[in-house]
């Protein structure tokens, strides 16, 4: 759920806010191995919340699975 996940940055630094908005771009076009490694680099970029984190790892979760 792409809201669930721009939500739960509202405020990123560019580090964080470019590949955050490409995985985001990607699993909206459908393109899911593409979103992955763009979310991943978020996931060591960022520091981030407790609920961030669980965002980012359920996000990342469901585009694993999308992408086989």
Do not use: C
Request: hydrophobic share 50%; net charge positive; aromatic share 4%.
């Amino acid at each position: 759920d792409t809201a669930k996940l721009q939500a739960a940055f509202p405020a990123a630094p560019p580090e964080v806010q470019a590949p955050l908005d490409q995985g985001i771009a990607a699993i909206n076009a459908g393109k899911f191995k593409e979103a992955l490694p763009a979310l991943q680099r978020v996931a060591y970029a960022a520091k981030m919340s407790r609920e961030q984190r669980l965002v980012l790892e359920d996000a990342i979760r469901k585009v694993k699975a999308k992408a086989k």
